[in-house]
């Protein structure tokens, strides 16, 4: 299927931005959706970003504004970026990327840590 390999996460102070990136290896072909979760501790995974086949974007309300999702594509690998603007604290969290294939099926990539100090 599609293999997602996440980059990018780190301590930072808050204003401060960073990004991440996932690269997707495999049957890129079939993906339709990729988008980026993300979950704090002792909290439910949540939806940050996502973007389709066709260039739809969304957003969860707390990061709107700040986070902007986007996706290059190759022959061989997809990756998906996940630029974040004016860090919060409550923005650390683990930062997943997720892909959906036609099928369908998910990957999901191992997380990347990302650490807001106030």
């Known amino acids: 299927q599609v293999q997602l390999v996440e980059s990018g996460g780190g301590l930072v102070q808050a204003g401060e931005s960073l990004r991440l990136s996932c690269v997707a290896s495999g049957r890129v072909f079939s993906i339709y959706f990729m988008g980026w979760y993300r979950q704090a501790l002792g909290k439910e995974r949540e939806l940050v970003a996502s973007i389709r086949v066709g260039g739809d974007t969304d957003y969860a309300d707390s990061v709107k504004g700040r986070f902007a999702i986007s996706r290059d594509s190759t022959k061989d690998t997809d990756t998906v970026y996940l630029q974040m603007n004016d860090l919060k604290p409550e923005d650390t969290a683990v930062y997943y990327c997720?892909?959906?294939?036609?099928?369908?099926?998910?990957?999901w990539g191992q997380g990347t840590q990302v650490t807001v100090s106030s």
């Open positions: 997720k892909c959906v294939t036609y099928g369908p099926y998910e990957s």
